[in-house]
């Protein structure tokens, strides 16, 4: 097939499945060429030819003539373009393979014994034919990504080898890259169509009596724990609405129980809001309102809508569950103004007591089953001090204070929906204007917890570091582990106001990130310290010669690295193992160099030789390795990553935290990295080659260990028993 422009490959953006494969075929071959040789383009619809049900797929050549289905044009692109090599050495080995994509299109009981078997290919490979990437590859990992059956089938049944293979094909340049350029033509297809309606599909959910300029929402956390990403969830979507209808947004401290608060917290949630990019119009607190709200429940007491309880804690319990009235519930006004002075005292009579709202005894709803509303706590207020010694609870202040403030929709997570009757009931109770509620589902992950409580444990059993820890899921734990915020506001943005719960992948919101921090990471290069291997390289530079290469040979604005070459190299042992003696290889950002001998003791290599040979083509070379040159300059470095705290996807009411823990959550290996990496700052991220993106914790200083984390992208791993 001559390699003319007029070569034409379309691809079917709603074919079932999408033919990926010939798409990133045809990435390949123009990747080699300046002038790409085919033409790509995008049809809306399932079929590209609605009469031909092969054609999700076509390949039209120079003289017009035009082929169909995944296959055959897989097989015409990978013979027309020899020089991309997407048939290796064993092309009847490469048509079995594209034979076999067609068994991942049925259902799952025929799906599902073709990946096993795929998977026991795999067992011991790194790709489907020979030692590199071919058309085969490229076919299969369309067939499996452009269907859902089989996807699930990979996640439900733990096939880690093809999990692994998969992410491998992912991780290619000209894989993402062309996967990435469909989407956005996707995209930008949809964003032509929708273009006036801006979020409005999503976030249409229809506010109740808002009007433009007078809807007012608030964001009210407890100055508790470090704001997490469930809570960066209200945040945003209360600013979102306050921003949609030209409002006003509160941020309102809950500021009501001073055994858990503390000005840290508090002062550590507005930094991470300004991180987020919001801002409310007023800061304000609960505590700016305790003298109006112990006037109400005065009232409340004078209206006999409330009475003071001194059963003890465990028999108020089983009471409120059986529907059994308190023996105090019939307590006259008189009393329960004199007990509610002795609490407000903080007397021994007054702290034996609660103040509770007389709503229900037996209601079906268990949060209107007379809910207690004023507490005692003889502890210090972290902003008004000893002043008070009766603090109401959430449940009593948030509706009068939203009405006090001025709040018109009140927007809460779900879990709260039972607990909405009891907010409207102490509206009427006070005689205070209705407030709209709007449940909107909680973001949950898989073997995350997002407990304030069981976060806490987790921190004063020295499990982790501390709230900032990159294992937890606050703001500041995921930034530390190499999250950037504009990925993390995109993610959540993209949730939306949705009340259904589900139980999120990790796996999405690190892709996301992937895609923001790939264009401006740095690329850098480490050798692990354990087994490295040294080469004496005949034809090396007898001394240090220093050459600029590119950071990111995509965005040259990111400026130079200094590369150190030298005759003595050191290289992974992983990569070691797999050299023959008389193999030619490249050297990446070098060229190639031929093994002339391996000296190992046992199984492990010990030492190398090779000989430059940089006329060679690296075209021709199965294996591109990571080197550097063994100098002072090689920098000690400390690679870390993590696994989930818990084992299992979702803690039940009942279960005990400590049964569920990972055993090893922590994971460190030692390596030397070029020189460069001495520049880098606190919070930078970058990529190692062939090694993955990781975030600087600890810099640089003389003498001193570089402590680098390792930032996901996304893609399944299952390296320590837990996928992640």
Known sequence: MPQQDQIVLTVAQKGSPVAYGPLL?????????????????????????????????????????????????????????????????????????????????????????????????????????????????????????????????????????????????????????????????????????????????????????????????????????YLHIGHAKAALLNQFFAQEYKGKLIIRFDDTNPSKEKTEFQESILEDLTLLGIKGDVVTHTSDHFDTLYQYAIQMIKDGKAYCDDTVQEQMRAERMDGIASGRRERTVEENLQVFAEMTAGTELGLKNCLRAKISVDDPNKALRDPVIYRCNLLPHHRIGDKWK??????????????????????????????????????????????????????????????????????????????????????????????????????????????????????????????????VAPRHTAIFTEGKVPVKLEGGPAEVVEEDRPKHKKTPELGNNKTAFYHQVVVDQDDAQTFKEGEELTLMDWGNAFVTKINKEGDKVVSLEMKLHLEGDFKKTEKKVTWLADTPALTDVELVDFDYLITKEKLEEGDDIKDFLTPQTEFRVSAVADGNVRDLKKGDVMQFNRKGYYVVDVPYTEGGKIVMFSVPDGASKNRYGVAK
């Open 390 to 519: 009766v603090y109401p609870t959430y449940d009593f202040a948030c509706p009068i204070v939203d009405c006090i403030e001025g709040v018109t929709h009140a927007l809460r997570t779900i879990e709260y929906r039972d607990r909405n009757a009891q907010y409207q009931w102490m509206l009427d109770a006070c005689n205070l204007r209705r407030v709209h509620v709007w449940d909107f589902s909680r973001m949950n992950f898989v073997r995350t917890l997002l407990s304030k409580r069981k976060l806490q444990w987790f921190v004063d059993q020295g499990i982790v570091g501390g709230w900032d820890d990159p294992r937890f899921p606050t703001v500041r734990g995921v930034r530390r582990r190499g999250m950037t915020i504009e990925a993390l506001r995109q993610y959540i943005l993209s949730q939306g106001p949705s009340k259904n719960i589900n139980n999120l992948e990790w796996s999405s919101i690190w892709a996301i990130n992937k895609k923001t921090i790939d264009p």
């Open 25 to 225: 075929a045809a990435s390949f071959i123009n990747a080699d060429n300046v002038l790409p040789p085919v033409s790509i383009r995008y049809k809306e619809a399932a079929l590209v030819v609605e009469s031909d049900k092969s054609s999700n797929v076509s390949l039209q050549g120079k003289e017009g003539d035009v082929i169909y289905g995944v296959e055959n044009v897989a097989k015409a692109l990978a013979k027309g373009f020899p020089d991309a090599k997407l048939y290796g050495k064993r092309e009847e080995l490469v048509d079995e393979w594209l034979a076999f994509s067609a068994r991942l299109a049925g259902d799952f009981k025929s799906v599902l014994p073709a990946l096993e078997e795929l998977d026991h290919h795999l067992q011991l490979r790194s790709v489907l034919v020979g030692h590199s990437l071919t058309i085969a590859d490229l076919v299969i990992w369309g067939a499996i990504k452009g269907s859902t059956i089989a996807v699930g089938a990979i996640k439900k049944n733990a096939l880690t080898n093809i999990s692994r293979w998969f992410s491998f094909i992912e991780a290619q340049p000209h894989v993402y890259q062309a996967v990435d350029a469909m989407h956005k033509e996707i995209n930008l297809k949809k964003k032509t169509k929708t273009a006036s309606k801006s979020h409005t599909s999503n976030y249409d959910i229809g506010l109740q009596d808002a009007e433009e300029g007078k809807v007012c929402v608030r964001f009210p956390p407890e100055p508790s724990g």
